[in-house]
C-alpha cells in the first residue's frame, strides 16, 4: 500500500503539466484571433472616418467656395477625423483637393485622401494597407 500513494503524485503532477500546456496552447490561439479582430476593428474605423473626413470636406468646400482653398478645406478634413484617428494619425493623412475647372459656381470639386494604415498589434495577420476615400461634388455658390 505504499507505494499506491507514490504513483498517484506523479499522475497528479503530470495531469497538471498537461492542463498547463493546453492552456498555454489554447491561450495563444485566442488572444490572436483576439487581436486580429480588435486590427480589423481598427482599420474598419480608420476607413470609416476617413470617407466621413472626405464627405465633411468636399461638401464644405462645394457650398462655401468663395471661401473656400485647398488649405481651408483640408482643415476641415483634418477636424473631422481627429475625433476617430487621432492627432497623430490625422496629420499623416495626405489630402489632395482639385477643381475642376475652376472654383467657381458650376464647377466640380474632387477631395481625395489617403492613409498609411498599419495594424496596432504587429503580429497579428492584417497587413499594413494604404487606405483611400474620393468625393466629389458640383460648386453651389
Known amino acids: 500500500m505504499t507505494g499506491e500513494p507514490a504513483r498517484a503524485a506523479p499522475r497528479l503532477s503530470a495531469r497538471r503539466a498537461t492542463a498547463g500546456v493546453e492552456f498555454a496552447l489554447a491561450s495563444t490561439v485566442l488572444l490572436m484571433l483576439i487581436f486580429t479582430a480588435v486590427d480589423v476593428g481598427l482599420l474598419y474605423l480608420a476607413q470609416q ?73 504587429g503580429f497579428a495577420y492584417v497587413p499594413a494597407v494604404t487606405l483611400t476615400s474620393s468625393q466629389s461634388l458640383v460648386i453651389q455658390h
Open 49 to 121: 472616418a476617413l470617407n466621413n473626413g472626405v464627405a465633411q470636406a468636399v461638401r464644405y468646400a462645394a457650398v462655401s467656395s468663395a471661401t473656400s482653398g485647398s488649405a481651408s478645406v483640408t482643415s476641415r478634413f483634418v477636424s473631422a477625423v481627429t475625433p476617430a484617428l487621432g492627432a497623430a494619425e490625422a496629420a499623416q493623412c495626405h489630402v489632395t483637393v482639385s477643381y475642376a475647372p475652376a472654383n467657381a459656381p458650376g464647377g466640380s470639386v474632387t477631395v481625395q485622401a489617403t492613409l498609411a494604415w498599419s495594424p496596432l498589434i
